[in-house]
Structures are given as C-alpha cells and as structure tokens.
C-alpha cells in the first residue's frame, strides 16, 4: 500500500515561471516530509523538509505547502531554471507517529522539466 | 571525495548468479539503507541498519541479504538474481533518530541489469 503518492509523472514548464509539484499522502500520523531531487546517473539529494505543525516552509526559490485536512503537500519552485530538471521526490518517516524514526517511505517521483 | 560510495555503478549478470554491491561512507553515520528504484515506483526500502550489530528488513528484503561489516561498509546480496531484480540500487545513511533532522545522503547509485 503506497501511503506516499506522486501522481503526476512529469510535469513541463517553461523557465522564469512556477512549477508546483505535488504529492498526497494516507497515513495522518506522518509528522514530518522531505522532499529529495535527483539528477541521472546521481543519487537523491535533500532539498527541502517540513513538520507537520507548520503549513509552509521556505528556502530560496523553493517553498514547501502542507494541508494536513486534505493529507497534501506541494513543492513549488519560483523561477524555475533549467538547471532544476530532475526527478522530484516525495518522503515521510515510515514509522509515522512511533520512536524508531530514521527509515523514509518515498512516493514515485515527478520528472520536471524546465525549458529555456 | 564522495562521503557515499558504491561499486560497483553498473553490473550486467546472468539469472541465477550471486551478486554483491557495496556500499562505503565516510560522514560517520551509524545509520545505513539499501533501496532501490523502479520506473513508477519510486525508491523502497530493501535493508537498514542503525549501527553494525543491527541489522533490519525494509519492506521488499526477499531475495536480497545484507551485511554490515564496519561502521562505514554495507553490502547488499542477491544470493540468486532474477531478471525482476534489474533495477537502480542506492545505499544511504543518516545520523540522527529524529525524523526531522534525519536526512539521508545517498550514493551515486548501480545500475544493476539481470539478464
């Protein structure tokens, strides 16, 4: 059961303007989400994280959203530039609500691309 | 230098041969993971181990085992690949046991293709 969903494959903007990614979850225990980028032939890097007390977190050109009442969060990156194509990655804590924290369920994925 | 290695980044093998990727890092982390990626399915978790005398199943362990034979030295094992196991496979760690300063730092990754 993916209780971290992607369900956007892809998702093509042109640059200078806002891409906004998206990602849903099932399981209201989650108290925390990571968001990780990833470029071919590199592995997942950390971008941008947000506690479940919060409904924003900002850094730079990226912003983290969560609804916690419709279980969803959304990355949005502005101005998008070319150099942000990659695959986007959604996570949380998989053992959302207990004490053995440090192993991340992740979603599928969305393949950005930014056009020049 | 890289802090997370793997070798080897890419390996073709043949159904039924054992195959074994390594994983090494020198951030000091007591925590290490094995997850690998699949089109459309993002990355799932194969083994963890949060120092070298534990040692746990993540939600797809079958077919796969593990070894951790340093602080910085994970292995993971395919005792007998199967064509099914082709895939991206990423080693990681992390150093705290909190989930919000718990992020992870992957390795470059292996292209592991069954044939």
């Known amino acids: 059961d993916q209780q971290v969903k992607q369900n956007s494959p892809s998702l093509s903007v042109q640059e200078g303007r806002i891409s906004i990614l998206n990602c849903d979850y099932t399981?209201?225990?989650?108290?925390?989400f990571l968001w990780y980028k990833k470029y071919p032939a590199e592995g997942p890097t950390f971008l941008i994280s947000i506690s479940s007390i919060k409904d924003k977190n900002e850094d730079g050109r990226f912003t983290v959203f969560l609804n916690k009442s419709a279980k969803h969060l959304s990355l949005h990156i502005v101005p998008s530039q070319p150099g942000d194509s990659a695959v986007y990655f959604c996570a949380a804590p998989a053992n959302a609500g207990g004490t053995s924290y440090g192993k991340l369920t992740f979603g599928q994925g969305t393949i950005l691309t930014v056009h020049p | 230098d890289a802090d997370v290695t793997q070798t080897p980044r890419n390996r073709i093998t043949k159904t039924g041969k054992r195959i074994m990727l390594e994983c090494s890092q020198t951030?000091?982390?007591?925590?290490m993971y094995w997850y690998r990626q699949d089109p459309g399915l993002g990355l799932r978790l194969i083994y963890y181990?949060?120092?070298?005398?534990?040692?746990n199943k993540g939600e797809i362990s079958d077919g796969y085992s593990v070894s951790r034979q340093a602080q910085a030295k994970f292995s993971l094992s395919l005792e007998s690949a199967i064509p099914n196991q082709t895939a991206l496979y990423f080693c990681?760690?992390?150093?705290?046991?909190?989930?919000?300063?718990?992020?992870?730092?992957f390795g470059p990754g292996t292209r592991l293709t069954v044939l």
């Open positions: 399981n209201s225990m989650f108290d925390y």
């Open positions: 990681a760690t992390s150093v705290s046991d909190r989930a919000d300063t718990d992020t992870q730092y």
């Open positions: 181990s949060f120092d070298v005398k534990d040692i």
């Open positions: 951030k000091g982390h007591d925590r």
